[in-house]
């Protein structure tokens, strides 16, 4: 089943929204988006956790 998520899902104003196969390569294409465009974000244990509980199947 396709996964997805969006930074709305997170409570940030940002319209990005994005889906995957599968929870790895979501995270690879959130891990990339938090890089290049909310640099406020430190990617660690709890804040991946937080991400991943956020994801949706579609």
């Not at 899902?9 to 929870?23: H, I, L, N, R, V």
């Not at 991946?48 to 199947?57: D, G, N, P, R, V």
Request: hydrophobic fraction near 35%; proline fraction near 2%.
């Amino acid at each position: 089943m396709t996964k997805s998520i969006s930074c709305a899902d997170a409570g940030k104003d940002c319209g990005w929204y994005t889906t995957a196969p599968s929870e790895e390569e979501l995270m690879e294409k959130v891990t990339q988006h938090v890089i290049e465009k909310h640099k406020e974000i430190e990617l660690n244990a709890e804040s991946i956790s937080s991400i991943k509980s956020l994801i949706k199947e579609i």
